[in-house]
């Protein structure tokens, strides 16, 4: 029994529109204004390490705005108060108010999360 397969010539040009079209350039433009406010908002130079792609995703066509610096989840998501100790030297050398100060160990106060990637998203609807 021969197979039947019918093409819907609709659907290809939507896909294309899509794809290649007035679509893809919309979402291409709201991406690289997204990231480029993420990009502004970054703390510090994590802003460089801020990348966008328009790619297919499971329901259609997204944008992706990606930070790859590799501190990016200490500043998502906040630290507690820990101690830093030394790893390589016996002690840390710290420069305070022009003098040379060493330490054993440092008491790290934590820092506040600093969602800037979020705050990009929102503010670039």
């Known amino acids: 029994m021969p ?5 819907d010539p609709g659907r290809i040009a ?4 899509l794809r290649n079209g007035v679509v893809a350039r919309r979402l291409a433009e709201r991406t690289a204004r997204t990231a480029r406010l ?5 703390p510090g130079s994590m802003g460089r ?3 966008w792609k328009v ?3 499971p329901r259609g ?6 930070c790859d610096h590799p501190a990016v989840r ?26 040379v100060v060493y330490s ?6 934590g820092t506040r999360p600093n969602n800037f990637l979020a705050r990009a998203l929102r503010d670039g609807r």
């Open 61 to 66: 066509l997204q944008g992706v705005i990606v």
């Open 74 to 99: 200490f500043v998502l998501d906040g630290t507690r108060p820990h101690i830093i100790r030394p790893r390589r030297a016996k002690v840390l050398r710290f420069e305070i108010g022009g003098r």
């Open 3 to 7: 197979a039947e397969v019918t093409i």
């Open 14 to 17: 939507r896909t294309l529109r």
């Open 38 to 42: 993420a990009e502004r908002e970054a």
């Open 49 to 51: 390490y801020i990348s």
């Open 55 to 57: 790619q297919d995703g």
């Open 104 to 109: 054993a160990y440092a008491r790290h106060p």
